[in-house]
C-alpha cells in the first residue's frame, strides 16, 4: 500500500480555482508546511508514523448477536487542518460536511475499513457500505464517525472475538488510549468483557520504523502497521 494513501484521502477536499480560492490555498498550506517544520524541529525528521487517530468503539448487539461496530476517529490536528480549512465556517448540517464526509469515507472503504475482525482464526466480514457515517469538527480536530455492520450477525454467548484497526504501512497510527474507549451496550456488560492489548514490537521493528521518511512504504509483507497495532478481544459467557 501507498504509505501516503490514506493521508492524501483524509486531506482531499473541494477545489476553488478563483485567483482568491488559489491565493488562501497557499496562504494556508504554507501556515501548515511552518507548523509541522516547527513540530519535528523537537522531533527526528524521520520515523512512521506520521499522523494520530484516537479511536472510540461502541460494540452493537441485538438479540444475543454483534451485528456492528460504531467508529469515532478523532485526526491529530495537522492531519484535521486541510479539512477543517475546506469546511470552513459550514455549520454542522451544511452539504459541504456530507460531500467530505463521503470523500473520507470512500477512502476508508477501499482499505476494508482498516479493519480487521477475527473469529476461531478465521476473518469475519463486513458490509460493503456502512450503515451511518459523518464528519464533523471538535476545537481543531476532524472528527469521522460512522456504523461498520458486519455482514452477517454473529452469536455472542460463549463466544470470542478479536478486532484491530489499524494503517498495514504505519504511515497513520490508529490507537485507543484505554480499555475505556471501546463499549459494551447495557445489555452486555454482565456477560461479556473486552480488552485492549497494545503490542510491544521488538526493537528491530521499531528502528525500521524510526528509520522510514514520510514518502517511504515499508515491504507489504512485512505487516508494519500490524505489529503496532493493538488488539481488542470481546469474550462472552
Same mark, same amino acid.
Do not use: C, W, Y
Given at each position: 500500500?501507498?504509505?501516503?494513501?490514506?493521508?492524501?484521502?483524509?486531506?482531499?477536499?473541494?477545489?476553488?480555482?478563483?485567483?482568491?480560492?488559489?491565493? =488562501? =490555498?497557499?496562504?494556508?498550506?504554507?501556515?501548515?508546511?511552518?507548523?509541522?517544520l516547527v513540530?519535528?524541529?523537537?522531533?527526528?525528521?524521520?520515523?512512521?508514523p506520521h499522523s494520530f487517530i484516537s479511536m472510540k468503539t461502541q460494540i452493537i448487539a441485538g438479540q444475543g448477536q454483534i451485528t456492528a461496530l460504531q467508529m469515532r476517529w478523532m485526526m491529530d490536528e495537522i492531519t484535521s487542518a486541510d479539512l477543517l480549512y475546506d469546511a470552513g465556517e459550514a455549520k454542522p448540517d451544511s452539504p459541504v460536511w =456530507?460531500?467530505?464526509?463521503?470523500?473520507?469515507?470512500?477512502?476508508?472503504?477501499t482499505q476494508h475499513y482498516f479493519t480487521e475482525f477475527w473469529h476461531n482464526g478465521e476473518k469475519v466480514k463486513f458490509a460493503a457500505r456502512p450503515s451511518a457515517y459523518s464528519l464533523s469538527r471538535e476545537g481543531h480536530q476532524a472528527v469521522l464517525e460512522f456504523t461498520l455492520p458486519l455482514a452477517r450477525p454473529q452469536p455472542l454467548a460463549g463466544q470470542r472475538y478479536?478486532?484491530?484497526?489499524f494503517d498495514p504501512s504505519y504511515f497513520v497510527d490508529m490507537s485507543y488510549e484505554n480499555d475505556n474507549e471501546v463499549l459494551l451496550p447495557d445489555e452486555l456488560k454482565g456477560a461479556c468483557k473486552v480488552a485492549v492489548k497494545t503490542p510491544k514490537p521488538d526493537a528491530a521493528v521499531q528502528a525500521f520504523a524510526l528509520s522510514l521518511d514520510k514518502a517511504d512504504a515499508p515491504p507489504e509483507e512485512m505487516a508494519l502497521g500490524k505489529q503496532f497495532a493493538q488488539q481488542v478481544t470481546l469474550q462472552c459467557q
Open positions: 500500500m501507498d504509505s501516503g494513501k490514506f493521508h492524501r484521502g483524509i486531506l482531499a477536499g473541494s477545489q476553488n480555482f478563483s485567483p482568491e480560492g488559489i491565493m =488562501k =490555498k497557499i496562504l494556508h498550506r504554507l501556515f501548515i508546511t511552518m507548523s509541522l513540530m519535528l524541529s523537537a522531533e527526528p525528521a524521520l520515523a512512521h =456530507k460531500r467530505l464526509a463521503a470523500e473520507v469515507m470512500a477512502n476508508v472503504l478479536l478486532f484491530s484497526t
